[in-house]
């Protein structure tokens, strides 16, 4: 499903009018709740591979990142090949300061998330110490819908499964219902309730089926 399905299928009968910009409520409200309800399901966790060289300390993160999972630094120098996991840092101001000014090659223990210096996104990895030497660093994260504008199709397919896409129509039209017809008109709870099951359904198997336990019929 493509966001402008999402926008036609949301307007039943036609009741959004140039007051109620459906693409901007899906881009800028629907769907950062939606990632907010489902969480850190496994079908938004992705693996980020970076390749570091001597001298390097930061390197930009994939359009679609989201949040931080897990960061694994690995060393291909050492047999068998020596795997590290990075601690967050982000949360303590001394730590992150003191890697800011820290000009030591070595090998990374620490890391944490700041701004890119040309967009301004909040998707940079940084660490605590430039690399001494040729690193991989395996980021593991949950994935989020990077929009490039309020206008742009978009293929959902890539984030969100299809089983569960139907939810941001749900959403969209119950907000569209709340602007529209009112507290009073029994469309609203009844599209916001289908939302919530099919979140709820969302998060029964975070792989993404209804149950963890296959069940089979004699």
């Known amino acids: 499903m493509t966001s402008t399905q999402v926008e036609t299928y949301a307007n039943i009968g036609d009741i959004a009018s140039a007051d109620v910009n459906l693409k901007i409520i899906l881009r800028r409200c629907i769907v950062p709740k939606f990632f907010e309800l489902v969480g850190p ?10 390749s570091l060289v001597a001298g390097d300390y930061a390197k930009d993160l994939p359009d679609d990142y989201g ?17 590290r996991g990075l601690t967050y840092i982000g949360d303590d101001p001394l730590n992150m300061v003191a890697a800011e000014v820290n000009t030591t090659r070595a090998e990374a223990s ?3 998330v700041v701004r890119r210096a040309t967009t301004e996104l909040f998707k940079r990895i940084r660490f605590d110490c430039p690399a001494d030497h040729a690193y991989t660093v395996y980021a593991v994260y949950y994935s989020h819908i990077q929009f490039t504008d309020d206008t742009t199709d978009v293929e959902l397919d890539k984030y969100i499964p299809g089983q569960f896409q139907w939810a941001l129509v749900e959403g969209l039209k119950a907000y569209l219902y709340a602007v529209r017809v009112g507290i009073a008109d029994n469309r609203q709870p009844a599209a916001e309730a289908e939302q ?16 963890a336990t296959p069940r089979y019929v004699d």
């Open 41 to 50: 399901v496994a079908w938004r966790r992705k693996v980020a591979t970076i």
């Open 67 to 83: 949040s931080m999972m897990e960061v694994v630094l690995t060393d291909a120098t050492v047999t068998p090949t020596a795997k």
């Open 110 to 112: 620490q890391y944490y």
């Open 196 to 211: 919530s099951m099919r979140i709820f359904l969302a998060n029964q198997d975070r792989e993404m089926g209804r149950g």
